[in-house]
C-alpha cells in the first residue's frame, strides 16, 4: 500500500524558501509515476502546483512564476518543493499526490502540510 | 491554460437524491478528466479517472460521463457521507488544473 507523508517547517518569514517533503512508502519514486503537489488556501479550492514524472520530467503552475522547484532523490525515495520568495498568500496546506499515469488520476495523497507565512 | 469550471458552486441535497455535478473546460480535453472529493481536514479522494473510471473502492453509486468539454459527475443516491466538496481536474495539458469547486450540503 503507497503511503506519502509531507514535512516540513510549519511557520515560515516573508521572502523566505519554503521547503516541503515528500517520503514514500510501498512504493518506489523510480516508478513509472507522477509526483505532485497541490495546494488549498484557507477557505478556498484547490491549486495545482507542479508535478514531476518518472523521466525527470516536470511541469509548473504558471501562476507561480518560477518560484517552484520539483525535485525527486531516489536514494531517499522522496520527492520535494521548494518555493522561494514566499509571502502570505502562499499561506496554505500543501499536499503532496501521487498517479501512475496522466490519464489516472491522484490516486494517493499525503495527509496534508499547513504553512503559515508570517512574520 | 485550460480553465475549468463547475456547475453549480453549491448544491442543496437530502440524503437518497439523485446528484449531478457538471465539469466544462475551455478546450476540448478528451477524456483527461477526474473526479475528487473533499472533506475539510482530511485530503482529496480520487472518486473517477479517466472521466468515466471507477476507482477502486469507490462505491458505484458514483459514476462519471463525458468527453470534449463537458463532463458530469452523477451520485445515484446521495448517502450522509458524501456531503463534501467535490472537484473536477484536467491532465489533457501539461499544465493541470482544477475546477473551482461544488459544495454538496
Known amino acids: 500500500q503507497v503511503q506519502l507523508r509531507e514535512s516540513g517547517p510549519g511557520l515560515v518569514k516573508p521572502s523566505q524558501t519554503l521547503s516541503l517533503t515528500c517520503t514514500l512508502s510501498?512504493?518506489?519514486?523510480?516508478?513509472?509515476?507522477?509526483w505532485s503537489w497541490v495546494r488549498q488556501h484557507p477557505g478556498k479550492g484547490l491549486d495545482w502546483i507542479a508535478y514531476i514524472n518518472y523521466s525527470g520530467t516536470t511541469h509548473y503552475n504558471p501562476s507561480l512564476k518560477s518560484r517552484a522547484t520539483i525535485s525527486a532523490d531516489s536514494s531517499k525515495n522522496q520527492f520535494s518543493l521548494s518555493l522561494t520568495s514566499v509571502t502570505a498568500a502562499d499561506t496554505a496546506v500543501y499536499y503532496c499526490?501521487?498517479?501512475?499515469?496522466?490519464?489516472?488520476?491522484?490516486?494517493?495523497w499525503g495527509q496534508g502540510t499547513s504553512v503559515s507565512v508570517s512574520s | 491554460d485550460i480553465q475549468m469550471t463547475q456547475y453549480p458552486s453549491t448544491l442543496s441535497a437530502s440524503v437518497g437524491d439523485r446528484v449531478i455535478i457538471t465539469c466544462r473546460a475551455s478546450?476540448?480535453?478528451?477524456?483527461?478528466l477526474n473526479w475528487y472529493q473533499h472533506k475539510p481536514g482530511r485530503p482529496p479522494k480520487l472518486l473517477i479517472y479517466s472521466a468515466s473510471s471507477l476507482q477502486s473502492g469507490v462505491p458505484s453509486r458514483f459514476s462519471g460521463s463525458g468527453s470534449g468539454t463537458d463532463f458530469t459527475l452523477t451520485i445515484s443516491s446521495l448517502q450522509p457521507e458524501d456531503f463534501a466538496t467535490y472537484y473536477c481536474q484536467q491532465t489533457y495539458s501539461t499544465l493541470w488544473t482544477f475546477g473551482q469547486g461544488t459544495l454538496v450540503e
Open positions: 499526490a501521487f498517479g501512475s499515469g496522466t490519464s489516472a488520476g491522484l490516486a494517493v
Open positions: 478546450q476540448s480535453i478528451r477524456t483527461y
Open positions: 510501498g512504493a518506489s519514486i523510480r516508478g513509472g509515476y507522477y
